[in-house]
């Protein structure tokens, strides 16, 4: 078969560049063996075998799934150890029954009383077990048990009391995303570390094994300086990184292995303004750079190579329409584009620019795409 060049693809396409995101993955797994945890990759950015197993600890897992049809595909290639990081709700208990079923270890989350009982209910009248983790709040932006709250003791006793193993505690410290600075991300790392620690201290003072402390987001897990009574880390965009990472200083813009590949359309040169086929369903609608220090529009413009050209970005976006501007405003003709030109875009998010796509175009060496990996999307 001859060689497929990245130069013949239909765009929009999503671009992934596998040199970088080895390094990427070489990054983490390096951290991780200086903090001495286990790592359980969640695999919600890149939902493909082909990512996921080049960053697994074993084909077995362990992984962390966002959502059960994420468990259903992995399980199917051959992941046994599933963690579904997101709380429970009693419509999916019997979707969680199949899996195990399958032979999958799944173990599920969980942050009140309320969902506590429920599970218990359900639990005897199906006489299953489940594998629990309780969820704790260690930054106050989203959801979880306050690491002293009362009600986290009351959860664990009342699981274990009525035979559902309290697995451990899970937190995930999604402030960092909001950090203005390495230090501040260094400091979430051990706030993060320190709220859950102290939860699994209280539910062992009350009799509780508590054998799983699970932490991570990339930053934190990036910038931890050390986790002591930590058992694990999650981290997911770390595979590609993206703008929002660049922004937060975690990545540099080079080290972002995802892009979107575009071709010129057209131009309103008054405005200074190069129209690409590539818009808000190519990039997705995510604006996350936009309460950064530096506003990346709906994203940086670069060359075949995924050099940024200049200082372009994508300034605005419709449905499928990208419209291509010098960040300053200005209109230099010598700026000029030829419609047919292709470029590549780096996305704000990673997650939910992948989610547009059926697949990834996997770039090697001299533009060569090297292989399709699909992936998939929905629930
Ligand atoms: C529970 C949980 N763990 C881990 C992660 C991974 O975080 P990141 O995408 O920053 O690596 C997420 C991301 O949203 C999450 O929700």
């Known amino acids: 078969m001859s060689k497929q060049l990245l130069e013949q693809l239909q765009t929009p396409a999503l671009i992934l560049d596998e040199a970088r995101m080895d390094r990427n993955i070489e990054r983490m797994r390096s951290q991780m063996r ?16 082909d990512v996921a197993r080049r960053f697994m600890e074993t084909p077995e897992g362990p992984i962390t799934v966002s959502t059960l049809l994420e468990a259903d595909y992995f399980a199917a290639h051959g ?31 969980l942050d009140s009383m309320e969902t506590a009982r429920l599970l218990v209910e359900r639990a005897k009248l199906a ?3 489940f594998d629990v983790l309780i969820e704790v709040d260690s930054d106050g932006h989203r959801s979880g048990v306050a690491p002293d709250a009362d009600e986290l003791v009351e959860i664990g006793r009342f699981l274990e009391e009525n035979g559902i193993v309290v697995k451990g505690v899970l937190t995930h410290a999604g402030s960092s995303y909001d950090c203005a600075s390495v ?8 706030q993060e570390r320190a709220a859950v620690v102290h939860a699994a201290q209280r539910l062992r003072a009350a009799g509780l094994a508590c054998p799983v402390v699970s932490v991570g987001s990339t930053p934190t897990a990036l910038f931890a300086e050390q986790l002591e009574g930590v058992t694990e880390v999650r981290a997911g965009v770390f595979v590609f990184f993206d703008l929002v990472m660049a922004g937060l200083n975690v990545c540099r813009v080079d080290d972002i292995a995802l892009s979107v590949l575009a071709t010129v359309i057209g131009h309103q040169r008054e405005k200074g303004w190069t129209i690409l086929d590539a818009g808000w369903m190519a990039m997705s609608r995510d604006r996350g750079t936009a ?3 530096v506003d990346q529009g709906y994203g940086i413009v670069c060359d075949l190579d995924g050099r940024p050209l200049d200082d372009f970005i994508l ?20 700026l000029h584009l030829p419609v047919g030109t292709q470029v590549r875009i780096l996305p704000n998010h990673a997650c939910p620019t992948a989610a547009q796509y059926p697949s990834y175009k996997v770039l090697g060496a001299d533009h060569e795409i090297t292989a399709t990996w699909p992936r998939f999307s929905g629930w």
């Open 79 to 109: 992941v046994k150890d599933i963690l579904y990081a997101v709380c429970i709700a009693p419509n999916k208990l019997d979707h969680v029954m199949a899996l195990q079923d399958k032979g999958v270890r799944l173990s599920i989350l």
């Open 291 to 293: 309460k950064q220090a």
């Open 315 to 334: 300034v605005g976006a419709n449905q499928e329409h990208g419209i291509m501007a010098h960040r300053s405003g200005k209109t230099d003709p010598a």
């Open 34 to 49: 200086r903090l001495g945890v286990s790592f359980r990759p969640h695999v919600k950015t890149n939902k493909c075998i």
């Open 183 to 190: 230090e501040a991300i260094r400091a979430m790392a051990e």
């Open 127 to 129: 006489q299953r077990s």
